[in-house]
């Protein structure tokens, strides 16, 4: 679907806050509360807005440390099969083929070093990994789930 210019922005809107009303939204781009639901639906049917979702603070639940870690797998690992395995797991809250040596690039969140150390004992005990390679976040420098192309 090709999205024209109040298009992009109807969905960058959505994204910085996802309960905006249409009438918000259209004040925004010059269109009716109505024309923006026409558009909002059109763009949900084509599959461009996916569905929306709460963004939770992981500090305010007590998630602090996070670590990216690269997962080295068997020969015949599949993405599937990654992608299934790593779901078991509730501090995975990413999961990412990649380029280069490491198969995967899996985005884990825990409370403490503790917990984290546990969680990467659960994914290194998956039949197919082979190998780990750790990296714990110091800081964030920038996050930015809002950003839109076009």
Known sequence: MRMDPVDQRIVALLVADARASYADI??????????VKR???RLRAAGVIRGFTA????AAVGW????????????RTTPAQITVATKRHPEVVGAYTVSGQAD?????????IAHLEQALERLRAEPFVTST????????LIENPTSVPG
């Open 26 to 35: 259209g004040a925004k781009v010059s269109l009716s509360a109505p024309a």
């Open 39 to 41: 558009r909002v639906d």
């Open 55 to 58: 963004v939770i603070d992981p």
């Open 64 to 75: 602090t440390t996070e670590a990216f870690v690269e997962l080295y797998c068997t020969g």
């Open 104 to 112: 995967a690039l899996v985005h884990l969140r825990a409370a403490d």
């Open 133 to 140: 390679r750790s990296m714990v976040v110091l800081s964030r």
